[in-house]
């Protein structure tokens, strides 16, 4: 539990009122890969429940889902229609950058950033050092993995790991006891795609800032800057036999600020598109990361930016990893709409405060309804009158 005396508040918060269009929710959230609070990389309950994607000739009825392609668009990416992800291309100036993140993160909750500066070299590296690890024996590398999530009815395509960044050294001694040089490798190349994206990740939270007219609110935007925690995710969705019966990672919103993801050019990440809902899939871009705005982001907000649910297909023909990287408050802090968001119209606050961890509590209880958790912190128009 968190110490309350210890708390702090973004931004005392008045209200902005109008109703919350709440997300139809299409399937359950997972309580832990999306989730830093939650990580279980627990070594022998890894190892006893690996499953060896590649020996499967088919998807057993432990891994086999049902409804999962039942919205219009489940086909491939979409380039050139209403459809087509968002990109915003951080190298078009302050403004017009704002103005694209602003225009994607209030309709679809994501978008491929290109132009964002980052060192190509240390995106390769990562990405192959990750390959490096998923591609050990099971024994070695089921050491440090994440425990697949029981709380669904069936398990996913896809085995990972979660940790911190400052954890990476001790958490993968356990894959490397002899800290040799295939061990330093790695992990200095996960300790430069953090500070790659840390960095992205400051500069981001500047373009929105920008983008919810809050540019002159240096105070505020600096707190949350310097307390910024992260998570990174290494997830490895081996190909399928059967993609149609098997899923990636089930439909989900991030639960922090955002989420820079990573993919191979893979693609089979989907966004879901609403009114009328359907999936649609981010294509592979070389060099581009996809941003994925987070429930805390939606509370911090006012709902103006939108998280997004999202999920991850698999494929026949090809493995897909994907490196998220999840942005998000340290444990003690209140999140709380920002008073002068610029609320689309809102004039009071429709979130209560709320840290990280009691909103992963009220998460975890939702979990397998249909309910999506924002809608327990919203306040309502009397609520909020008398506060
Ligand atoms: O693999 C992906 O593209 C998505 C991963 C994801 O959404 C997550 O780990 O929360
Ligand atoms: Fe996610």
Redesign the pocket.
């Known amino acids: 539990m968190c110490d309350m005396s210890t708390t702090t508040t973004y931004t005392s918060h008045t209200a902005c009122a109008e109703e919350f269009m709440q997300i139809k929710t299409l399937s359950t959230m ?1 309580p832990s ?2 989730s830093p609070l939650a990580a279980d990389t627990n070594a022998a309950a890894a190892s006893a429940t690996y499953f060896d994607f590649r020996a499967a000739q088919r998807v057993p009825e432990s891994h086999a889902w049902t409804g999962l392609h039942e919205h219009e668009k489940d086909a491939a990416p979409v380039v050139n229609d209403d459809d087509a992800v968002p990109v915003v291309d951080m190298r078009d100036g302050d403004a017009a950058a704002a103005d694209a993140a602003a225009r994607a993160a209030e309709e679809w909750g994501g978008f491929l950033l290109v132009g964002h500066g980052v060192d190509g070299e240390v995106l390769e590296r990562a990405e192959a050092q990750a390959a490096r690890l998923f591609a050990l024996p099971a024994p070695e590398k089921a050491r440090a993995a994440r425990t697949p999530a029981t709380a669904y009815p069936k398990r996913m395509w896809a085995e ?1 790991y979660t940790f911190t960044p400052a954890a990476v050294r001790d958490e993968f001694r356990r894959v490397w006891p002899d800290a040799g040089d295939d061990y330093h490798r790695f992990c200095s190349a996960m300790e430069d795609y953090d500070a790659a994206m840390r960095s992205l990740g400051e500069r981001l939270l500047a373009v929105f800032f920008k983008a919810l007219d809050l540019a002159g609110d240096g105070e505020t935007e600096r707190k949350i800057r310097d307390t910024l925690t992260s998570t990174i ?1 290494l ?1 490895m ?1 081996p190909k399928c036999p059967d993609p149609e019966r098997a899923v ?2 089930a439909a ?1 919103t ?1 639960s922090g600020f955002f ?1 820079f ?1 990573l ?1 191979s050019p893979v693609p ?2 989907q966004l879901l598109r609403r009114r009328p809902d359907r999936w649609v899939t ?1 294509p592979g871009t070389p060099g581009a990361l ?1 941003v ?1 705005v987070g429930d805390l982001f939606h509370v911090l907000t006012n709902g103006r930016f939108h998280s997004v649910l ?3 297909i698999v494929n026949r023909e090809s493995d ?1 990893i ?1 490196m ?1 990287y ?1 942005l998000g408050p340290p444990a003690n802090m209140k999140v709380a709409p920002l008073m002068s968001a610029g609320c689309l119209g809102r004039n009071k606050a429709v979130y209560r405060a709320v840290t990280w961890p009691e909103y992963m509590v009220i998460r975890d209880k939702l979990f397998g309804t249909s309910v999506s958790a924002l809608t327990m912190i919203h306040v309502t128009e009397e609520a909020s009158e008398e506060s």
Do not use: M
């Open positions: 997972p890969p999306t990972g995710h997830n969705y990636g990672l989900h991030d989420t993801i993919q089979g990440l981010v996809i994925v999202h999920r991850a897909r994907s998220p999840f």
